[in-house]
């Protein structure tokens, strides 16, 4: 094991709860976005890059990375303004131009909005990243009502279907769609019932899009993480599973936002040019069936 590994928090984490979708700042530890670590190479010059769930987590940690790599950025997100704020503080230090989009993703027209302001304000769209993501935990299917259901797939597979829509009419060819899954779309969770089953779909809808766009010169891959280390996780688990998250891996430990950066600039940039309909696995050593 590295150093570096080494110095990765391993549980037991602090299981304090979160209101969802939870805060960066009250989570213990806080999670590593590639503030100090991540160093671009202009992989992205010239580039602009739309991310939902940009605000934290994951989508933070792809915000620094795209922006140190030369992309400009804008930032879809719910409510989390503080989070995004500083996301946004992030990029610019970057050098580059940063948008926020707050606003429910689940509703068509705000997703054909934040398309429409993103190409409008910043001059195109190269790369856009499905992340954003609603998880809720249940213990029983009765618990799990019609309204949870649908909240759970507008955000999930609705919204990346709208948003890939409303993008792909206006990207030209060598621009790429990248989709944020989860081990959970192989080996789903029971607990996590309604975003295991809309990880299942996002990724079958990776596959059939970089079908359906290749012809336009679009490629469309997905990340897949294991347990990472995000607001979701205290905001939306139970304690037990806070405490030890991560600790059944070969790592033991979760992942940590800034570890997932790098898959992303892969599939974003030239690196990844002969990729498409492709998934890759950030799983701390979890098997993806």
């Known amino acids: 094991m590295s150093d570096e590994q080494i110095r990765r928090p391993a549980p037991p984490y602090s299981a304090a709860h979160q209101s969802p979708p939870g805060e960066t700042e009250r989570m213990n530890p806080v999670p590593d976005h590639g503030e100090?670590?991540?160093?671009?190479?202009?992989?992205?010059?010239?580039?602009?890059?739309?991310?939902?769930?940009?605000?934290?987590?994951?989508?933070r940690a792809v915000a620094i990375a795209f922006a140190r790599e030369g992309a400009d950025v804008a930032i879809a997100y719910l409510s989390e303004d503080d989070d995004a704020e500083e996301t946004r503080r992030l990029v610019e230090a970057a050098g580059r131009r940063a948008l926020l989009l707050p606003g429910d993703l689940g509703q068509e027209n705000h997703c054909q909005a934040v398309i429409e302001q993103?190409?409008?304000?910043?001059?195109?769209?190269?790369?856009?990243?499905?992340?954003?993501?609603r998880q809720r935990s249940f213990s029983d299917i009765v618990d799990i009502t019609a309204e949870e259901w649908d909240a759970t797939f507008r955000t999930n597979i609705f919204a990346p279907f709208v948003l890939s829509r409303e993008a792909a009419a206006r990207m030209k060819a060598g621009s790429v769609i990248i989709n944020t899954v989860s081990i959970q779309s192989r080996q789903p969770s029971a607990h996590l019932l309604p975003y295991a089953s809309t990880k299942g779909a996002l990724l079958n809808f990776t596959a059939g899009l970089a079908e359906m766009l290749a012809d336009k010169g679009i490629r469309v891959n997905a990340v897949a993480p294991g347990p990472i280390w995000t607001p979701l996780i205290p905001s939306t688990m139970p304690e037990e599973k806070v405490k030890d998250f991560g600790k059944k891996t070969l790592m033991g430990r979760a992942g940590q936002p800034a570890e997932l950066a790098g898959a992303y600039v892969l599939l974003a940039s030239d690196l990844g040019s002969y990729m498409t309909g492709a998934v890759i696995p950030v799983t701390g050593g979890e098997i993806m069936i």
Not at 41 to 56: E, Q, Y
Not at 123 to 130: A, H, R
């Open 36 to 59: 100090q670590s991540y160093f671009g190479a202009g992989r992205l010059a010239g580039k602009v890059a739309l991310i939902t769930g940009g605000d934290s987590g994951i989508g």
């Open 118 to 133: 993103t190409v409008t304000t910043l001059g195109q769209l190269d790369i856009l990243v499905n992340n954003a993501a």
